[in-house]
């Protein structure tokens, strides 16, 4: 008898542990959002006769086994699975990503010439409403559209990246803030 319930208590202690280490490894490879330090605030400025609203927040990432930092995005409010990429100029979707997000450029569109590893590829262009990742947003970005297959992530580049208030890695967690 003392053998079975030290069985069972066992048992409740390790099934208690698998919901944290799968949201752990879902976080770490960019299936799940990972949650922002601090909350986010924002304010309301009017223009001419429309209001703006923009959203003031961070992130914090962790790379992944790889080294990458790999994140759920919101792009046009909806979930994409991006890699932050400081080395791509623009952020770059893949053609999969941007029929996902109703953009459905024709072939005519292949016209932007961007020099890769592989050799010269000709993307489409594309501009974005809104990008957050965590309760970091920003708006108004410019995109690229990479030829159907030419690309396996979509990359979050210096478009985006510039337009934060900051974006820094410290102690191995990339930080963005905006």
């Known amino acids: 008898m003392g053998r079975l319930i030290f069985l069972s208590i066992l048992a409740i202690g390790f ?14 490879n960019g299936y799940m ?17 429309q209001k703006k609203v923009r959203h003031h927040g961070r992130a914090v ?14 792009i046009n409010d909806r979930p994409i699975r991006v890699m932050i990429d400081t080395g791509a100029t623009v952020v770059i979707l893949t053609y999969e990503d941007a029929k996902k997000l109703g953009l459905r450029p024709l072939k005519s569109d292949f016209t932007v010439p961007v020099n ?12 974005l409403h809104s990008v957050r990742i965590g309760e970091a947003e920003e708006r108004s970005i410019r995109a690229l559209i990479a030829p159907e297959g030419a690309l396996g992530i979509s990359l979050m580049g210096m478009s985006f990246l510039k337009k934060l208030k900051s974006f820094r890695i410290s102690n191995g967690e990339l930080i963005l803030e905006s």
């Open 116 to 127: 890769t590893v592989n050799g010269r590829l000709y993307n489409a262009e594309a501009q």
């Open 15 to 28: 099934f208690s542990f698998i919901p944290q280490i799968a949201m752990k490894w879902a976080t770490e």
């Open 61 to 74: 990432l962790r790379a992944n086994a790889g080294g990458h930092y790999v994140a759920k995005a919101h």
């Open 33 to 49: 959002e990972q949650s922002a330090d601090a909350g986010a605030t924002a304010y309301v400025s009017t223009g001419t006769d």
